[in-house]
Structure formats: structure tokens, C-alpha cells
């Protein structure tokens, strides 16, 4: 039998714009910015604003429905007509219960976008927290790109490992 659901996504692109501003202080207090995105500089909040508005991703908090704490964030974009790509950050309070709340909120994704038969995600190769936590979500290793993400902070760049996971494993 399986435990219901405690945590629930919700979009973030619909609620204030000073909230948004919110999560990327909170992300930037954390030290997790970094660990989100690929480009060579973390963004600035205003670039983290226009990112989680672009009506190219959509961004989603999850939040603890008995705390109402915000617990992780995650967008989608990439989307083709069978597919697409997530990200996701957890906020160092549920870093412990990631792997729990990715299990309660995949089924969520695939539900919510019906037509999405698989997930992507690409994790640097040295990110070993981020590699260990797909593995144990149950995400299947595909390969490996060279030279495809910025290693923030060591001023080099770092072969992407690419991961997907299917509906019908969730």
C-alpha cells in the first residue's frame, strides 16, 4: 500500500513576482544556485524572475501540505511530444526527504502532462549528491556528453550525465 500524498506541487510562475524574488534569495542562502544551472554564472534574480516566467518553462514549488513549508522547486521544459526535460532543486531543510517527495511528485508530472511518456534530467558528472539521488529515485542511466556543463566555482567544464525515467516506472 502506498503512503499518501504529502507533498504537492503548485506553478509558481502565476504568484507574485516579490515570491519568486523569494525562493531565489532562499536558493542563493542555501549555496544551491549553482547546482541548477549549467551556464557559466548563476543568474541574477532578475534573470531567475524572467527564467520562471518564460512561457518556455513552467515552474512548480512543492510544498509539505501539513507545514505548508516549501520544500523543492522543479520546471519542465524541453517538452516535444512524448518527452521532456525536468530540473529540481530541495531546499537543505528536506534534503533527506528528497527521494521520498520525487516519488510522490513524479506520478504528479506524468499525470499532470499526459501525453509525456518519458523524463530527462542531465546531473554533472561531479555532482555525487545529485547522482546518488536519481539512482535511488530510480532513474536509468543513458550516457554521457563531454565538455557540457560548467563545474561553478572550479573553473572547468564537466561531461553531463543523462538520465531519464519512463511512466510506466513511477
Known sequence: MTSPACY??????????????????????????HNLFIENDCPTVLDFIALVQSPLNNFYAVLDK????????????GKTAISMTIHTAFFKQYFGKAVEVSKQVLPWVFKTYGEIETLLCIVPVTNRIATSFVKRVGWNKVGRIPNFMDAFKQDKIVDGMVYYISKDEV
Open 8 to 33: 504537492e506541487p503548485m506553478l509558481i510562475d502565476l504568484i507574485p513576482t516579490e515570491a519568486i524574488a523569494d525562493i531565489y534569495y532562499k536558493l542563493e542562502e542555501e549555496n544551491s544556485l
Open 66 to 77: 501539513a507545514s505548508k513549508d516549501l520544500v523543492a522547486i522543479f520546471w519542465v521544459n
